[in-house]
């Protein structure tokens, strides 16, 4: 049987992992600042290529609110008062936390402790 091949996200990870131990603590301080963004930058595209659950949660979301995932859409429903009732306000309210949630897992992931 052949072993798996690790796939982009390993390989993103065992990178960034490898940048983290094994290079930063030993650049001097001038190349240090520009090890520290590479590291961001390999996190930042780390979490997108893994937020597909977040996205389709997203898109779930905004389906449920008015058919379609649109967001522009969705806030002129909004201003147009289609959530001003109880019901739906309180749908509007769900969802949107979930929207924001998953936003946040993907964005800053930190903000949600």
């Known amino acids: 049987m052949t072993p798996e091949l690790p796939d982009a996200g390993n390989l993103l990870e065992t990178a960034l992992n490898s940048l983290r131990t094994d290079l930063l603590p030993y650049l001097p ?66 969802n949107l936390l979930l929207i924001t949630k998953a936003r946040l897992s993907i964005n800053n992931p930190k903000a949600l402790g």
């Open 29 to 94: 301080d001038h190349a240090r600042y520009t090890g520290l963004m590479v590291a961001n930058a390999l996190s930042i595209a780390l979490r997108d290529l893994r937020a597909e659950p977040a996205r389709a949660e997203m898109e779930a979301a905004m389906t449920r609110l008015i058919g379609r995932n649109d967001a522009t859409t969705l806030c002129r429903a909004i201003q147009a008062g289609r959530f001003d009732a109880p019901d739906h306000d309180s749908a509007l309210r769900l």
